[in-house]
């Protein structure tokens, strides 16, 4: 077996690149979390209608969403939708696919916490005479959209490693920073296992954000 | 003839929480010993003590002149390794509130189990000694059911049957009718009487004063982690002689007559 | 478009045949590895509990992306030389194994308690009752979530195209260039990824209804 043998040179010279790497991946993240977000709570009201017409289109963009590779998506929104006259910047179509893809997620996430909340609280709301949206808007949602919150965070966290895939349509966030400095310099696994150890960190930090989050909000309980 | 359990000034602790407090008592061979007391004040964590599924902390406990769980060192008390302490349940067999009967397996194997893997009696000997067993608890005809499909009783009389096939020199007994439809208890009950007739040595924690009454040959009586009284059913349940005692059967006197 | 979707089928289909092959490889090397770190990850142990825990927090920390192009450039280190099959193979099956640890972990500690009590209590040892008693159950419990996981598998191989290993991915780039119809193709792409998928969770469902009625 080969020595093991770690070049920090090269990695020492090149901090600068990961860091530039680590901030659009952030940026990405962060873009695409909020619009999860609002996304998710938008298809959480078609997703819990009793509608049909509402209620079907949503079911079926989840189920796609959850059976068909983020990657295949983002090949649809940055290779595909040109195609159809519609071009997006890589970012934006990382983005948009990082969106489209956790915001199925996201819906059940909300919905979840939707269906936990007792039906004595929609009782207690119907008896003081308020209709139903009013019921979900001011009573219902709140509270478990608070309660959701740790499997939200959650959610980040794994659409930040999802971010990753946007490497493969051009955007040039920490993973394709390693594909990069693989090609242009004699390390490799160096690279990647510092681009593992800065991954590590960030969602180790996120991680524990939540755990600090969730012993706060238990203690209040 | 040495008492077949001695229990020795036994303490036991969970945390802050002192549980057993210089406990002592023993137990002869084949008698029927009622534990009975309010709740918390020990007597489950006692009798899973006696095959070590609780460790004490401090005292003896001794089982047919064995200290359990724990070796002398020149005076210092040494934990026995996994083995050893394995070795030592298989003379006392143990019956608990919630059956715990596996469920993934048919009846036959659930009694089975054990006496092939532990003892290393041949599957063919072990079989037959599990149908006579189920005959004698009166489920012979589930053999082949799996635990789910009978009833509490009959789950709790499979336990029963489960335990007395690794032939235990002891049986213990926790509570095992209190998670029981009351239609079901009578027929646990039954067999842990003709168990006893049959000059099993048994330590039984329970609420069933009746059955008590009848079938112990001494009752226990602990309070917050100590033994108040002991004696014969007659002494215990008649004329008790401690306040607390007193206090604890009367709650019985109001709901039964005994 | 008819005759785009049948034109492409076959090269599509091959890509198709290699994913599934792909994904029912790296799921049962998976299964392996998850299922023994695992049990492992419960034994009394501290030290290998700890080394599991290490493992499972690693790979679950970092991007499959990232593992595979790391497990990639490693494999020289090993004596092997660069070759994408292998390092997709073992990176997707290391990380499809710690999901899989996790769900068999999980599965482990909610048994109740009373079941380890019963089986000490018939003076069974340690790994006579892990084998027995616990872990039986612990993988008839498990069975459903891991059939999701399958379903989680065969979406992580889409991942193997990047480092050219071919399966529908590839196939679906590669048709894509040459029809200059990306849309169309990866429409395509998508459904049949869809349909295996699918499948897959309702098989996952199906098997909860009917093992919910056993016990």
């Known amino acids: ?221 | 003839m040495e008492p077949i359990i001695k229990v020795v000034n036994v303490n036991k602790s969970f945390g802050n929480l002192h549980v057993l407090k210089d406990v002592s008592f023993t137990v002869e061979r084949g008698e029927a010993v009622v534990v009975i007391g309010t709740s918390g004040c020990g007597k489950t964590t006692l009798l899973r003590c006696l095959n070590f599924l609780n460790e004490y902390d401090s005292g003896e406990i001794y089982i047919d002149g064995e200290l359990l769980g724990y070796k002398k060192v020149n005076g210092k008390l040494h934990r026995r390794s996994e083995e050893e302490i394995a070795k030592s349940r298989e003379e006392v067999g143990i019956v608990f509130q919630s059956f715990n009967l596996f469920p993934h397996m048919t009846v036959l194997e659930n009694i089975i189990l054990s006496p092939t893997y532990v003892r290393k009696i041949e599957k063919k000997k072990a079989i037959e000694t599990a149908k006579e067993l189920l005959d004698r608890v009166g489920l012979l005809d589930k053999l082949d059911e799996h635990p789910v499909r009978l009833s509490g009783g009959q789950q709790q009389r499979v336990a029963i049957a489960r335990a007395l096939a690794m032939q235990p020199k002891i049986m213990l007994f926790d509570e095992v009718t209190s998670a029981l439809d009351p239609e079901l208890v009578g027929e646990v009950l039954a067999v842990m009487k003709q168990l006893a007739k049959s000059g099993m040595t048994m330590v039984i924690v329970t609420h069933e004063m009746h059955f008590a009454k009848d079938v112990a040959n001494r009752i226990i009586f602990m309070d917050d982690g100590r033994i108040v009284e002991q004696g014969s059913p007659k002494e215990v349940l008649s004329t008790p002689k401690s306040g607390r005692l007193q206090a604890f059967l009367k709650r019985f006197t109001e709901d039964y007559f005994l | 478009m008819f005759s785009l979707f049948v034109g492409t089928f076959p090269h599509l289909a091959k890509g198709a045949v290699n994913t599934l092959y792909f994904s029912a490889v790296c799921l049962i090397l998976g299964l392996v590895i998850g299922i023994l770190s695992g049990i492992l990850s419960v034994i009394p142990s501290k030290i290998i509990r700890g080394i599991i825990f290490a493992y499972i927090y690693l790979i679950r920390g970092i991007p499959l992306l990232v593992l595979l192009f790391l497990t990639y450039y490693m494999l020289p280190l090993f004596g092997i030389d660069l070759n994408a099959g292998i390092a997709a193979a073992a990176s997707i099956s290391i990380y499809t194994g710690a999901f899989i640890s996790e769900i068999i972990r999980a599965a482990i500690n909610s048994l109740p308690g009373g079941q380890t009590d019963a089986a000490k209590s018939l003076g069974m040892e340690y790994w006579l009752y892990m084998r027995k008693v616990i872990v039986p159950q612990a993988l008839r419990q498990s069975l459903p979530p891991i059939v999701n996981i399958a379903l989680m598998c065969i979406k992580f191989t889409a991942l193997i195209s990047i480092i050219s290993v071919n399966d529908l991915t590839l196939a679906g780039k590669e048709m894509s260039e040459v029809t200059l119809k990306p849309f169309h193709i990866y429409a395509e792409v998508a459904l049949i990824y869809f349909i295996f998928c699918f499948s897959l969770s309702r098989l996952g469902l199906y098997l909860e209804k009917r093992l919910h009625y056993v016990h």
Request: glycine share 6%.
């Open chain 1, 1 to 221: 077996m080969p020595t093991f043998h770690f070049d920090y040179l090269i990695i020492e010279r090149n901090l600068p690149l990961f860091l530039k790497g680590l901030i659009v991946t952030i940026e990405i993240s962060a873009v695409a979390s909020v619009a999860t977000l609002i996304w998710g709570l938008i298809l959480l009201f078609f997703r819990i209608s009793k509608r049909k017409i509402f209620y079907w289109p949503a079911m079926g963009y989840i189920e796609f969403v959850r059976n068909v590779p983020v990657l295949i998506q983002m090949y649809i929104i940055y290779f595909g939708l040109p195609s159809l006259g519609l071009t997006f910047s890589s970012f934006v179509c990382g983005a948009m696919a990082l969106t489209i893809q956790n915001g199925g997620y996201m819906a059940e996430i909300f919905r979840g916490a939707v269906e936990s909340i007792s039906t004595s609280q929609y009782e207690s709301g119907f008896a003081l005479g308020m209709r139903r949206f009013l019921v979900m808007r001011k009573i219902i949602l709140p509270q478990a959209l608070k309660s959701a919150i740790p499997s939200m965070i959650s959610q980040f966290i794994l659409l930040l490693k999802d971010s990753s895939l946007a490497s493969s349509i051009a955007v040039v966030e920490l993973t394709h920073i390693g594909k990069l400095l693989t090609e242009r310099s004699a390390a490799t696994y160096e690279v990647f296992i510092t681009i593992a150890i800065i991954y590590i960190v960030v969602s180790s930090i996120m991680s524990l954000a939540l755990d600090y989050y969730e012993r706060k909000v238990r203690v209040l309980r």
